[in-house]
């Protein structure tokens, strides 16, 4: 079945430094890639996403681009914040099964450090 | 817009008392999905509908997992008899189009 694979955490950072966060999947279709967020305390909340190969998808600074040839969507910041501090799920649903569900990763957390 | 509205947003229950979740979707939306969130599983989908149908519940972990979908604005999660394994937190969410999903704050549940 699909499954999506990203980096475990936690991660830990230092306010202005350069985050990325590995995301790979597996799907039989052609599938949509997501970046979802979760603030301490609440649901999760979509930040990007991508639908097809070379997509890429940007929100509040943070990119992702749809890779195709590698199987993969990483999420990419330049320079995070204090306030970026979450857990981060990368999700895919794939559009050949017609389904609608979604199927998530573990999640990374993480925490950006004054 | 007042989002996807989940009650009570904190249940502590006794192992063997009957559970129920409530959800309200987005306005207009006409898919919606209950999750289950812990630290060993992750995130996991237990159902969804689709116009107020279930069309897959193959996550729903055993029988005493039950969820309802009366009308296009209420939704409901029961475990009956609920146990310790059973706490969680469950998040529902509603969608218009395929894949971008709204989800609720969530409820967060303990079962003693």
């Known amino acids: 079945g699909d499954s999506v694979t990203q980096m475990e955490g936690p991660v830990t950072l230092s306010e202005e430094a350069f985050l990325t966060i590995n995301c790979t999947y597996t799907?039989?279709?052609?599938?949509?890639l997501f970046w979802y967020v979760q603030y301490p305390g609440e649901g999760l909340q979509l930040l990007l996403k991508?639908?097809?190969?070379?997509d890429k998808g940007s929100n509040k600074g943070f990119e992702a681009t749809y890779r195709k040839e590698t199987t993969s969507f990483h999420l990419e910041k330049g320079s995070v914040q204090v306030s970026d501090s979450a857990v981060y799920f990368c999700?895919?649903?794939?559009?050949?099964?017609?389904?609608?569900?979604?199927?998530f990763g573990k999640g990374t957390k993480l925490t950006v450090n004054p | 817009d007042a989002g996807v509205i989940q009650s009570p947003r904190h249940e502590v229950t006794e192992m063997g008392q009957e559970v129920t979740l409530r959800c309200k979707p987005i306005?207009?939306?006409?898919?919606l999905f209950w999750y289950r969130q812990t630290m060993m599983r992750g995130l996991e989908l237990l159902i969804y509908?689709?116009?107020?149908?279930?069309?897959?519940d193959s996550g729903m972990p055993e029988d005493r997992f039950s969820a309802k979908m009366p009308n296009a604005s209420f939704s409901t999660l029961k475990i009956q008899p609920s146990e310790p394994r059973d706490s969680a937190v469950y998040f529902c969410?509603?969608?218009?189009?395929?894949?971008?999903?709204?989800f609720g704050p969530g409820t967060r549940l303990t079962v003693l």
């Open positions: 306005s207009g939306h006409n898919s």
């Open positions: 969410a509603s969608s218009f189009r395929v894949n971008e999903q709204f």
């Open positions: 991508a639908t097809k190969a070379d």
């Open positions: 999700a895919l649903s794939d559009r050949q099964g017609g389904s609608e569900k979604l199927v």
């Open positions: 799907a039989t279709g052609y599938p949509s």
């Open positions: 509908f689709n116009n107020n149908v279930p069309i897959d």
